[in-house]
């Protein structure tokens, strides 16, 4: 079974930036959307970011300009988040989807406080 590990997660002061990491536990094959998810306190799970295979990226809008989403071609994923505000505090989870394929991740805390 797949397993997706995140990293780069932490406390960080408005304004700072964090880049979230995830990578699968064993090598796969294939082509897959990937995609950032995060649930702040009290919140529904919500998408952030996805990215296609193409490397066409998809951004919710509240994170446009700060955040962006990327892949390498070992089925790595990225999220390099910039200007970090309080409402960005949240659990992110990666996800990889591709058929009847769908792998996540077991999330990393970021907070964002002075």
């Known amino acids: 079974q797949v397993q997706l590990v995140e990293s780069g997660g932490g406390l960080v002061q408005p304004g700072g930036s964090l880049r979230l990491s995830c990578a699968p536990s064993t090598t796969i094959f294939g082509f897959y959307v990937m995609g950032w998810y995060r649930q702040g306190p009290g919140k529904e799970r919500e998408m952030v970011a996805s990215v296609l295979p193409s490397g066409h990226a998809n951004y919710v809008d509240v994170v446009k300009g700060r955040f962006t989403i990327s892949r390498d071609n070992v089925n790595h994923l990225y999220l390099q988040m910039n200007s970090l505000k309080p409402e960005d505090t949240a659990v992110y989870y990666c996800?990889?989807?591709?058929?009847?394929?769908?792998?996540w991740g077991q999330g990393t805390q970021v907070t964002v406080s002075s």
């Open positions: 996800n990889y989807r591709s058929g009847s394929q769908n792998y």
